[in-house]
């Protein structure tokens, strides 16, 4: 398949490197248009306060590659409009550093808004993203994004089965369908990591930001939600929970209506 591929941790995160890889070896025809920046939490939105500059961009990928200095969704809006020499047959999102289950994860993410903007333009679209233990995360951070060995050996795996998704999936996706593939890994992921069909949890997630400092400035901060998901069916949290892969498929012509 001919693929655009994008992300919201930028261009230069080892999630999105990984599955470039995989994606490659898997024999697909690969344009890759990533934020510039991290561009995490910033949902379906797009940049209106100001001009967009996209630049061709080497990053040894082997594949033709632009940045954007803009969010996911400028990413793929401008690459499709305005970059890409050819018709791509489909949009893949990620791997995201950190998991995006739940409704509230869902809709302010930016890795599965960027999977979005491809179902606008009418192509089917797969979000993929990799559930990262807290301490796994923040040695992340503080190593400049560099995975450790564990962490590594997990990224490709996932990869390798998200490029056998993209495979399975979006081939039988029918085009404008307002429909896209939402994959979470579970810590570790192993090669016969077993894949399970799960919907958005229900998840209240209040309370992300510190109380005010001196400045009256306020922090995003992580705080602990309450899943009130009922037993069945299985949930997104629930499946990477307990050590499988999760896939919502998220059709949004379904929200708003009984």
Same mark, same amino acid.
């Given at each position: 398949?001919?693929?655009?591929?994008?992300?919201?941790?930028?261009?230069?995160?080892?999630?999105?490197?990984?599955?470039?890889?995989?994606?490659?070896?898997?024999?697909?025809?690969?344009?890759?248009?990533?934020?510039?920046?991290?561009?995490?939490?910033?949902?379906?939105?797009?940049?209106?306060?100001?001009?967009?500059?996209?630049?061709?961009?080497?990053?040894?990928?082997?594949?033709?590659?632009?940045?954007?200095?803009?969010?996911?969704?400028?990413?793929?809006?401008?690459?499709?409009?305005?970059?890409?020499?050819?018709?791509?047959?489909?949009? %893949?999102?990620?791997?995201?550093?950190?998991?995006?289950?739940?409704?509230?994860?869902?809709?302010?993410?930016?890795?599965?808004?960027?999977?979005?903007?491809?179902?606008?333009?009418?192509?089917?679209?797969?979000?993929?993203?990799?559930?990262?233990?807290?301490? %796994?995360?923040?040695?992340?951070?503080?190593?400049?994004?560099?995975?450790?060995?564990? =962490?590594?050996?997990?990224?490709?795996?996932?990869?390798?089965?998200?490029?056998? #998704?993209?495979?399975?999936? =979006?081939?039988?996706?029918?085009?404008?369908?307002?429909?896209?593939?939402?994959?979470?890994?579970?810590?570790?992921?192993?090669?016969?990591?077993?894949?399970?069909?799960?919907?958005?949890?229900?998840?209240?997630?209040?309370?992300?930001?510190?109380?005010?400092?001196?400045?009256?400035?306020?922090? #995003?901060?992580?705080?602990?939600?309450?899943?009130?998901?009922?037993?069945?069916?299985?949930?997104?949290?629930?499946?990477?929970?307990?050590?499988?892969?999760?896939?919502?498929?998220?059709?949004?012509?379904?929200?708003?209506?009984?």
């Amino acid at each position: 398949m001919k693929l655009l591929v994008t992300n919201d941790d930028g261009i230069t995160s080892p999630f999105l490197h990984e599955l470039i890889a995989a994606l490659k070896a898997a024999g697909h025809e690969l344009y890759v248009v990533a934020p510039l920046k991290e561009q995490s939490w910033t949902s379906a939105s797009k940049t209106r306060s100001r001009p967009v500059k996209s630049a061709i961009s080497d990053h040894g990928f082997g594949c033709p590659t632009w940045t954007v200095d803009g969010t996911p969704c400028d990413c793929v809006n401008i690459g499709i409009a305005h970059l890409l020499p050819v018709k791509v047959d489909g949009v %893949v999102s990620g791997i995201n550093a950190g998991f995006n289950c739940s409704l509230g994860f869902i809709l302010a993410s930016g890795t599965v808004a960027g999977a979005w903007e491809g179902a606008l333009h009418g192509l089917p679209s797969m979000a993929v993203s990799q559930d990262i233990p807290e301490e %796994v995360y923040y040695h992340l951070k503080d190593h400049g994004g560099r995975p450790d060995a564990e =962490l590594l050996t997990t990224l490709k795996a996932s990869a390798a089965h998200a490029a056998r #998704l993209v495979g399975e999936l =979006l081939p039988t996706t029918p085009p404008r369908s307002f429909t896209i593939h939402n994959v979470n890994f579970p810590f570790p992921c192993q090669p016969d990591t077993a894949v399970k069909c799960t919907v958005p949890a229900l998840y209240f997630v209040p309370g992300l930001f510190s109380p005010a400092n001196d400045d009256g400035t306020h922090r #995003l901060i992580w705080t602990a939600g309450e899943d009130v998901s009922p037993p069945e069916p299985l949930s997104d949290l629930k499946c990477v929970a307990s050590g499988s892969i999760s896939h919502t498929v998220v059709d949004y012509r379904k929200l708003g209506r009984a």
